[in-house]
């Protein structure tokens, strides 16, 4: 939810670009950059470090709900990492059974395994070592991943879009068509114990986009889940760099925006509100302009299914990254609160789920502008023990 700046100026009106060509100086220092700079730092990092340090480094950038960044780590004895959730940063509302937060996970032990694999290390990956947890995490390991020299890997081809890649929120070219081929590449990147699927064909991604806006609607109009993104949003520098997960409102225009009083997240709660008619107006475009879909499904849905599904969720990313093409989850008609439950069912008969299987994740996919990085907490703080 990192709506575009031109977007928000044609919402707002001109009054903001007046109020923003007065600021002078503000505008050109409303970077985040301490937020930033872990998407820098790991082409810092010497070859002499710890091999699971530089793993790390890269792990912390993949995609997760709600940009919580889930993930603690010990590091025990001289070659092996305990995965744990921080269980603080789950989304009881959105998530309450944790689902998405373990394809989450999923997502940081691929490109852990991917970046341990360029600097010349195996991973032996045990997830759930001390057994599956539901309905919720708990305090017991996700993984427990051994690291063994290994001379002979071969770097995987995606490693170099880990810094590159992007969920792009805004409106797609709806000019430009996704060629069924390159949406085949994508999908056909996973490597992981799950399902693939795509959507390409022109009548059914207009069904998908009226049902994928309808449960993102349904969401935002719902108080608790909203109010779970709400209390997640951080407005301007200051509020990124002291907190940078979660949903980032940066940039000068937005935080001049806030200045002038004509943004304040709590309005998106009250649906009588501008503020609300606003968001409405700049989340639209993004979810209608959608030009394919891909998705991921598991024949169970145990959390080894879940980790698997993150893991080929992000290698779909990393390949649309290398395609030139934007790729954003819509996860909202996969959620298991009530009242998106009609979306949920709808979601599985449109793209042809069988009873037995999960859903896990779904993707908009298309061409757009590349957006800025997401904010994250440096590695080193995600370290709990062995620092």
Known sequence: MNPDRRKILKVMGGGVIVAAAAAGGFLTTRTPHRALAPWKETHALSSNEDPRRIALSHAILAPNPHNRQPWLVDLVGADTVELYCDLNRRLPHTDPF????????GCFLEVLDIAANAAGWRTEIETFPGGENFPRLDKRPVARIKFVEDGALNADPLFDQIFLRRS????????RPVATSDVAAITGSAKHETLQGMVTDAAQIERMRKLTWEALDTEIRTYLPAKESVDLMRVGKAEIEANPDGIDLGGAFLESLSLLGQLDPKGMLDQ??????QSVAILKPSMMSAMGYVYVKTAGNTRKDQIAAGRDYVRFNFKATELGIAMHPVSQSLQEYEEVAPYYLAARDELGVAESETLQMLATIGYGAKPEPSPRWGYETRIRKGA
């Open 98 to 105: 944790d689902r998405q937060i373990t394809i989450g996970l």
């Open 168 to 175: 792009n929120k805004d409106e797609l070219d709806v000019s």
């Open 272 to 277: 009588n509100s501008a503020m609300f008619s």
